[in-house]
């Protein structure tokens, strides 16, 4: 945490401010992105962006993280989950497609290059790359979005675009911040001929591969039982006033695991960076929100521009409380797995057995780490054995 008197302080909103355009005291703070200000007193351009240039071979921003879908429409409307891959080739450093393309996309948990996200990145991204080419996928290209400001040593073995981290003192600790800054950065500055992006997390594993299950106006989210915007309708309203519709509007979803297309995201990126920034500032919806009010921002952005995201339950599981994978798409660990001898889930105590990522918070986990116990559930042994293999065959595992 940074000390009061020298953090940055945004406005709070006001019925006369519109939400989709909020402002800090003499500068726009973000405007929609064909309006940004190229002052030098905007506090969010007040730092190099030499760094937002790196890419894979530290020169031009990367080329290579493309999907390919060919749509193939129901008669109930609905996308098939079968999707057919386009083939594609490349021309010169450009890619010629045939039809639709899409871009998949990882961003940072953090705004450093640490150890703990680099292994849950570098994990990530081995199975991706196993479930890519399997039937049934639509997993064409991949791209992390590392907002630490610099390359790191990563960038070779993973299809990497560098933006900067928030000016010193705007995030206020809560370093999640960075990721609608991210996004807004990578819009801009990014060439992006795809129509489509997913974001996922460090953190997520695919366990099955996945089709698409957006569509142009209608994108895809997956229903966090936290993520409750009815419950906290009086704070909701201080982002969403009510002539701008039911509460019900706000969809209980954050931005990850989340399929839209790049103009959506495009317009909606500022407006989630800017009730970012705001919730930090408002002390009843930090205090309330804690760590996921950048999911209610995303959410609260959404609504605000009039995108509605399906509800897909079976986008991801979470274990220890998913018992089985089954045809999930998504398997993600940020909850601790905590076993006694009997296979009995001990939540809250540290069990006889355990897995917990952030065990790992300065290196990555061994290798061949030991089975949970007879009795516990398929989604941890699955969890498991997947961490284990990906440390197995991933060149260089123990060097961080």
């Given at each position: 945490?940074?000390?009061?008197a020298?953090k940055?302080t945004p406005p709070?909103i006001?019925?006369?401010?519109?939400?989709?355009?909020l402002w800090?005291?003499s500068t726009p703070?973000v405007?929609?992105?064909h309006q940004?200000?190229?002052s030098?007193n905007d506090?969010?351009r007040?730092?190099?962006?030499?760094?937002?240039d790196?890419?894979?071979?530290?020169?031009t921003p990367p080329?290579t993280?493309?999907f390919?879908?060919?749509?193939r429409w129901?008669s109930s409307?609905?996308f098939?989950?079968h999707?057919?891959l386009?083939k594609?080739?490349h021309?010169?450093?450009?890619?010629?497609v045939?039809?639709?393309?899409y871009l998949w996309?990882l961003r940072?948990?953090t705004?450093t290059?640490?150890p703990?996200?680099?292994?849950?990145c570098?994990?990530m991204?081995?199975?991706y790359?196993k479930?890519?080419?399997?039937p049934g996928?639509?997993?064409?290209?991949f791209?992390?979005?590392?907002?630490?400001g610099?390359?790191?040593?990563l960038?070779e073995e993973?299809?990497?675009?560098?933006?900067?981290?928030?000016p010193?003192?705007?995030?206020?600790?809560?370093?999640?911040?960075?990721?609608?800054w991210?996004?807004?950065q990578w819009?801009?500055k990014?060439?992006?001929?795809e129509?489509?992006?997913f974001?996922?997390e460090?953190?997520?594993i695919?366990?099955n591969?996945l089709?698409n299950?957006a569509w142009?106006t209608?994108?895809a989210g997956?229903?966090?039982?936290?993520?409750?915007?009815?419950q906290n309708e009086k704070i909701i309203?201080k982002?969403y006033?009510?002539?701008?519709?039911?509460v019900?509007?706000?969809?209980?979803?954050?931005n990850s695991?989340?399929?839209?297309t790049?103009?959506l995201?495009?317009?909606?990126?500022?407006?989630?960076?800017?009730?970012?920034?705001?919730m930090?500032?408002?002390p009843?919806?930090?205090?309330t929100f804690?760590w996921?009010?950048?999911?209610?921002?995303y959410?609260?952005?959404s609504?605000?521009?009039g995108?509605?995201?399906?509800l897909h339950?079976?986008?991801m599981l979470?274990p220890?409380?998913?018992?089985?994978?089954?045809r999930k798409?998504i398997?993600?660990y940020?909850?601790?797995?905590?076993?006694?001898?009997?296979?009995?889930?001990t939540?809250?105590q540290?069990g006889?057995w355990?897995?917990?990522?952030r065990?790992y918070?300065s290196?990555?986990p061994?290798?061949?780490?030991s089975?949970?116990?007879?009795g516990?559930?398929?989604?941890?042994v699955?969890?498991v054995?997947m961490?284990n293999e990906?440390s197995?065959?991933i060149?260089g595992?123990?060097v961080?």
């Amino acid at each position: 945490m940074i000390d009061s008197a020298s953090k940055v302080t945004p406005p709070l909103i006001t019925p006369s401010v519109d939400p989709l355009r909020l402002w800090s005291h003499s500068t726009p703070l973000v405007e929609p992105l064909h309006q940004r200000s190229t002052s030098a007193n905007d506090p969010l351009r007040q730092q190099s962006h030499t760094a937002a240039d790196h890419s894979v071979n530290g020169s031009t921003p990367p080329r290579t993280s493309v999907f390919f879908w060919k749509l193939r429409w129901h008669s109930s409307g609905f996308f098939s989950n079968h999707l057919e891959l386009v083939k594609w080739k490349h021309l010169g450093g450009s890619i010629c497609v045939l039809t639709h393309k899409y871009l998949w996309v990882l961003r940072e948990i953090t705004a450093t290059d640490a150890p703990y996200s680099q292994w849950q990145c570098r994990v990530m991204y081995y199975w991706y790359k196993k479930f890519k080419d399997e039937p049934g996928s639509d997993m064409g290209g991949f791209t992390r979005v590392l907002h630490s400001g610099r390359a790191d040593h990563l960038m070779e073995e993973i299809p990497t675009f560098v933006v900067d981290p928030l000016p010193d003192g705007l995030d206020q600790g809560y370093i999640v911040l960075n990721r609608p800054w991210a996004f807004v950065q990578w819009l801009e500055k990014a060439t992006i001929d795809e129509d489509f992006i997913f974001m996922g997390e460090p953190d997520h594993i695919f366990v099955n591969p996945l089709p698409n299950l957006a569509w142009e106006t209608y994108s895809a989210g997956y229903p966090f039982f936290y993520i409750k915007p009815a419950q906290n309708e009086k704070i909701i309203r201080k982002f969403y006033p009510e002539e701008k519709g039911p509460v019900t509007d706000v969809d209980p979803i954050g931005n990850s695991p989340a399929i839209i297309t790049k103009s959506l995201l495009t317009e909606i990126a500022p407006t989630w960076l800017n009730i970012s920034l705001r919730m930090k500032n408002d002390p009843e919806a930090d205090h309330t929100f804690g760590w996921v009010q950048e999911m209610y921002a995303y959410a609260i952005a959404s609504a605000l521009h009039g995108i509605k995201h399906g509800l897909h339950k079976d986008f991801m599981l979470q274990p220890p409380w998913d018992l089985e994978v089954g045809r999930k798409f998504i398997l993600h660990y940020t909850y601790g797995c905590d076993y006694n001898k009997k296979g009995e889930l001990t939540y809250g105590q540290i069990g006889d057995w355990r897995f917990d990522k952030r065990q790992y918070l300065s290196g990555p986990p061994p290798k061949n780490l030991s089975l949970p116990p007879p009795g516990v559930p398929e989604s941890v042994v699955r969890l498991v054995k997947m961490v284990n293999e990906a440390s197995a065959n991933i060149p260089g595992w123990d060097v961080l």
